[in-house]
């Protein structure tokens, strides 16, 4: 083989790999998408990965019939309100807590979804769900607010209660409002 040959067969091979490449990146990268569009077309999106981001107006923790436990949140970004599933949830305490917090979700879209005898409609399987940059600065805030009052307790006569004060006062303002 000549050597412009193999340069030739070098290139081409690397052309294909990265060529490849791009094409899984294209179809496994999720799409950010507005809860409108995914209403608006769901066929467009039906079973593909997307990306939305919005507030928690609703949130039920929830176990089903045969065993798995999950929960289901309405996220709305301003333009519609869609539900999103997402297995399981440690504390179920924490869908009260949740109302009014800022996430993305990154999940499969179906415009129609058949559980055994059930069928769900535009719904997002969530595969990752997490708090927005904004939301997790309030929540440094409060967990600073937090410890600075613990802190001071230390110089009182009854720590622990003083301790409890703050958790329960603190709780009242919790990290999803501006505080």
Not at 20 to 25: A, K, P, R, T, W
Not at 29 to 47: A, C, M, Q, R, W
Not at 119 to 138: C, P, S, W
Request: charged fraction near 30%; glycine fraction near 6%.
């Amino acid at each position: 083989m000549s050597k412009n040959n193999y340069s030739k067969g070098l290139v081409l091979f690397f052309i294909i790999i990265w060529g490849s490449y791009l094409v899984h990146y294209y179809y496994t990268t999720p799409k950010f998408v507005e809860i409108s569009e995914l209403l608006i077309n769901p066929d467009k999106y039906h079973g593909k990965k997307v990306l939305v981001v919005g507030k928690i107006v609703d949130a039920k923790y929830k176990e089903t019939e045969w065993g798995p436990k999950y929960t289901v949140y309405k996220l709305s970004d301003g333009t519609g309100v869609i539900k999103v599933f997402a297995d399981g949830f440690k504390d179920p305490e924490m869908c009260s807590w949740a109302k009014g917090v800022k996430i993305w979700v990154v999940g499969k879209y179906y415009k129609e979804k058949h559980v055994r005898s059930y069928v769900f409609f535009n719904q997002i399987d969530a595969e990752e769900i997490g708090l927005t940059r904004e939301e997790m600065r309030k929540v440094q805030t409060y967990l600073d607010k937090l410890y600075d009052c613990r802190k001071d307790c230390e110089k009182y006569a009854d720590p622990e209660s003083c301790k409890e004060f703050c958790k329960n006062n603190l709780l009242k303002t919790k990290p999803s409002k501006d505080n």
